[in-house]
């Protein structure tokens, strides 16, 4: 799997609503609550790469199912999500781009119409101390993927950082800039034949 595409579902993990209650103690079903309180929302992000670099870019999302991340220069990646795919658009060139089914992704717990992590089994670590919550998953058909952890502030409860472990121990975190809730999207946003069209692959 791509590294933009791994990037961007930390970024998509990171764009949720603060939650009322206190970081301590959250359970499963409240985070997943959590997740299904995210409608419509876009952000801008700063990413830190594993070999330290840094990334820029903004994240749209609309749940269920979509989802559009664009890299700003000089990367130029696009990663859309729509139609039960995601498709990875390489900014320096008009190739074809590369496809996945989303069923198959980190990316389909979060943009399912009802997210239930008691019940996925992807959860591998849940715990908390007096200054956050953290929420460890995995795919539990292959571990040797790699992992992803979200970490929560409280008061209010706030997602604060997105982090992606690799098959190799290298990780990625995402910070956020300030959201926007509620927003109303065109479909056409999102929509991976469109993109396709308009770059003439």
Same mark, same amino acid.
Request: no cysteine.
């Given at each position: 799997?791509?590294?933009?595409?791994?990037?961007?579902?930390?970024?998509?993990?990171?764009?949720?609503?603060?939650?009322?209650?206190?970081?301590?103690?959250?359970?499963?079903?409240?985070?997943?609550?959590?997740?299904?309180?995210?409608?419509?929302?876009?952000?801008?992000?700063?990413?830190?790469?594993?070999?330290?670099?840094?990334?820029?870019?903004?994240?749209?999302?609309?749940?269920?199912?979509?989802?559009?991340?664009?890299?700003?220069?000089?990367?130029? =990646?696009?990663?859309?999500?729509?139609?039960? &795919?995601?498709? #990875?658009? %390489?900014?320096?060139?008009?190739? +074809?781009?590369? /496809?996945?089914?989303?069923?198959?992704?980190?990316?389909?717990?979060?943009?399912?119409?009802?997210?239930?992590?008691?019940?996925?089994?992807?959860?591998?670590?849940?715990?908390?101390?007096?200054?956050?919550?953290?929420?460890?998953?995995?795919?539990?058909?292959?571990?040797?993927?790699?992992?992803?952890?979200?970490?929560? =502030?409280?008061?209010?409860?706030?997602?604060? &950082?997105?982090? #992606?472990? %690799?098959?190799?121990?290298?990780? +990625?975190?995402? /910070?956020?800039?300030?959201?926007?809730?509620?927003?109303?999207?065109?479909?056409?946003?999102?929509?991976?034949?469109?993109?396709?069209?308009?770059?003439?692959?």
């Amino acid at each position: 799997m791509k590294q933009p595409f791994r990037l961007a579902l930390a970024v998509l993990l990171s764009l949720l609503p603060p939650l009322s209650a206190t970081a301590q103690g959250l359970t499963l079903d409240e985070i997943s609550d959590y997740l299904n309180s995210l409608k419509n929302a876009e952000a801008s992000f700063s990413q830190i790469n594993a070999d330290g670099s840094r990334s820029t870019g903004k994240l749209y999302i609309s749940r269920p199912g979509q989802a559009r991340f664009e890299y700003a220069p000089p990367e130029q =990646t696009l990663v859309l999500a729509s139609g039960g &795919q995601v498709a #990875i658009f %390489d900014g320096k060139s008009n190739g +074809t781009p590369e /496809q996945y089914p989303l069923k198959r992704t980190p990316l389909n717990l979060v943009l399912a119409r009802n997210v239930d992590l008691a019940k996925a089994e992807t959860v591998v670590n849940l715990g908390s101390d007096a200054s956050m919550t953290w929420v460890e998953a995995q795919d539990p058909e292959h571990p040797e993927y790699g992992s992803i952890l979200l970490i929560f =502030t409280p008061k209010p409860t706030t997602l604060r &950082q997105w982090i #992606i472990r %690799d098959e190799f121990g290298s990780q +990625t975190t995402v /910070q956020l800039g300030e959201m926007k809730l509620g927003e109303s999207y065109s479909n056409f946003l999102f929509d991976i034949a469109t993109e396709v069209e308009r770059r003439g692959n």
